[in-house]
């Protein structure tokens, strides 16, 4: 039994099945990272990747490029983070609530969209995967690291230039005095406002491109309800990975890694009853996080409004 | 005071009567609302009822038949509320397409006693409640033989959403007919866990193909994604179920089990027409023609003629008794 689980063409296949299911939720966190960072938690995830996976889609359908799909995603983003902004930043709302008000009203607007611009399920052409040269040859590496479509490349490589950004430069700094003590900060002549919009404009096109992964990177196609929930764990791995990049890296992974298992235990005919491999990835999620939580460290002033009068 | 009195009154009269004519005109007419878990558009499941329901229709006349449809109510305690709203609004027929309903149409159906219900996969009828039951099990045993006799791996794929109702009925007959043909096949079955992250299944057809099935299969919405998924590798085939889905990939899907969903609907309206308002136990069979397998036109050549014969063979045998498919007990 267990021996087939070891063949090397079954680990290459499970940590390749692992890295692409990552995808998503590495670009949705990270982009919420920055949010949070800043000061504002943003709920409403996965609204965005819904809106994103769906305007993506279908301007790739007419356009017959998913590169008019991402542009217009990036766009569905900045539209979805000023909308987030307006009503939790400039409007100082509940942000919880707001998150949540968000979340509707992407899903509800990208069903909607979808059936009167569409109406069916039809497929597209979605980005083709690149073998990066001579790295894709590279025995078993090749194959799992170095043979994907380029939104995977660049969901890991936003992990090293988030960190970069967030620790190295001074905009990383002002970004971190935003979440943390907002008032310093504002006397020190930052403006949190512009800050927290920005992170907000930021983590909205991650989440956008999250969502445009899945229909123009992983499914080549939309249907109703395409983010199933992915939104919400990204929110969780932002927590999971205590707001650092390479912490969001090890949960995104982790998480991905264990689901690829749970499914090719399945595939194998392994005799693990299916309901125990399906919950696998979320209850070893929940004992990592249990057995991990020395110290739960995070933006000071997350969730809280920030007003110069000081009420 | 006496003129308000007077204005009571004849507002009270004239409502009366304009309820009179509203209740005049819904005799003629017969009301359906469908309570669906995904939306009319999925390709499968609820999309194949909606077209069942608008086929009886225009069959009918737009005049004579009034339907309302309610979406993404997946979540029984979701649709209860939608349920008892349609009852409370008249409507004749309230259709929950679903196994998971049948409990809350069992709470909800004493109370409106005039009104019919009705859900399925199911099986259990009462007073005024309708169940209908494909035999998922028979066109799987079929398509399993197809399977069977076309892989050249050996080793079958099945992308199921979770361990319940068609999905059972439809896995162990397509075991049954591989076992039946091709007893060195290997049906790997695997499941999602959900019914709608066309992601997921994506993901499950990709590690099946991977690890070397070059046929697939599989029920629930959340198939479409696999079926995108197959159509990337040449030379893999897609069996599919609910209703006919080459449309998303004409050179992947081979054939379907497809229901007839609109003989059913048509029996309850009629059932309704001769005064019964449920108990019935409606059976979708090879026999009644209420299921059938579609064979995908673009690639009928991909069958070979003598594994077609064995096919129809195999159904007639289903349709005169001589062969039964199990269901697991």
């Not at chain 1, 709302?93 to 990208?110: C, D, H, N």
């Not at chain 2, 737009?62 to 509320?81: C, F, W, Y």
Request: hydrophobic fraction near 50%.
């Amino acid at each position: 039994m267990i021996d087939q689980l070891l063949q090397m063409s079954v680990i290459v296949g499970i940590i390749t099945t692992g890295v692409r299911l990552a995808t998503p939720f590495l670009l949705a966190a990270l982009g919420e990272m920055f949010d949070q960072r800043a000061g504002v938690y943003n709920l409403g995830v996965e609204g965005i990747m819904m809106m994103g996976a769906f305007v993506g889609f279908w301007v790739a359908l007419r356009s017959g490029s998913p590169w008019w799909g991402i542009l217009a995603a990036i766009g569905v983003g900045i539209f979805m983070g000023l909308l987030m902004g307006l009503i939790s930043i400039t409007l100082q709302a509940e942000q919880g609530i707001s998150g949540i008000g968000l979340y509707m009203f992407g899903v509800g607007l990208a069903g909607y969209l979808f059936r009167i611009t569409v109406g069916y399920i039809t497929g597209i052409e979605g980005f083709k995967p690149i073998a990066i040269p001579y790295l894709s040859d590279l025995p078993i590496v090749g194959q799992i690291f170095f043979n994907h479509n380029w939104m995977v490349y660049f969901a890991f490589l936003m992990v090293p230039v988030s960190w970069f950004v967030l620790y190295k430069t001074t905009w990383g700094l002002k970004i971190r005095s935003a979440g943390m003590t907002p008032e310093a900060a504002d006397t020190l002549g930052l403006s949190v406002v512009a800050i927290r919009y920005t992170c907000l404009v930021i983590g909205s096109i991650a989440a956008a491109l999250a969502g445009a992964f899945l229909t123009l990177g992983h499914t080549n196609m939309y249907a109703d309800n395409i983010s199933a929930g992915r939104g919400f764990i990204a929110v969780a791995l932002v927590y999971f990975g205590r707001w650092s990049p390479w912490g969001i890296l090890g949960g995104a992974l982790f998480f991905s890694l264990v689901d690829a298992l749970q499914l090719w235990v399945q595939v194998l005919g392994l005799n693990i009853p299916y309901e125990f491999a399906v919950m696998a990835p979320y209850v070893l999620t929940i004992l990592a996080l249990t057995v991990a939580a020395r110290q739960i460290w995070g933006p000071a002033a997350l969730g809280k409004p920030f007003n110069r009068e000081g009420d | 005071m006496k003129k308000l009195s007077i204005l009571i009154v004849s507002l009270l009269i004239l409502s009366a009567l304009l309820s009179a004519c509203a209740g005049q005109q819904q005799a003629q007419k017969i009301r359906i609302a469908l309570i669906l878990p995904s939306t009319v558009d999925d390709l499968s499941w609820s999309q194949g009822m909606t077209e069942g329901v608008k086929a009886v229709q225009a069959e009918l006349g737009e005049d004579k038949v009034e339907v309302a449809i309610s979406e993404r109510l997946g979540n029984p305690t979701d649709a209860a509320a939608a349920i008892r709203q349609y009852a409370s609004q008249g409507f004749d027929l309230i259709i929950a397409h679903g196994s998971q309903y049948q409990s809350v149409l069992e709470e909800i159906a004493p109370e409106f006693p005039k009104t019919s219900f009705a859900y399925g996969t199911g099986f259990q009828a009462h007073d005024n409640i309708f169940a209908y039951d494909p035999q998922a099990q028979e066109g799987a045993y079929l398509q399993g033989m197809l399977a069977a006799k076309l892989t050249k791996t050996n080793i079958i794929g099945v992308v199921g959403p979770i361990e319940a109702g068609d999905a059972i009925k439809y896995n162990y007959g397509f075991e049954q007919g591989v076992k039946a043909v091709n007893p060195d096949a290997e049906v790997r079955i695997a499941y999602t866990g959900s019914f709608g992250d066309i992601a997921k299944a994506a993901e499950l057809a990709k590690a099946h193909m991977d690890a070397g099935a070059d046929i697939l299969t599989g029920t629930a919405q959340q198939t479409v994604g696999a079926i995108r998924a197959c159509a990337e590798r040449p030379g893999v085939y897609w069996l599919g179920n609910d209703m006919d889905q080459s449309s998303i990939a004409p050179n992947t899907v081979l054939t379907a089990q497809a229901y007839d969903w609109k003989s059913v609907v048509m029996q309850m309206v009629k059932f309704r027409q001769e005064g019964k308002v449920g108990g019935e136990h409606l059976v979708l069979s090879l026999a009644n023609g209420g299921l059938n397998i579609v064979v995908n036109p673009n690639l009928s050549s991909v069958i070979p003629a003598d594994v077609m014969a064995m096919i129809e063979q195999a159904k007639k045998d289903i349709i005169d008794g001589k062969l039964v498919v199990e269901l697991p007990k």
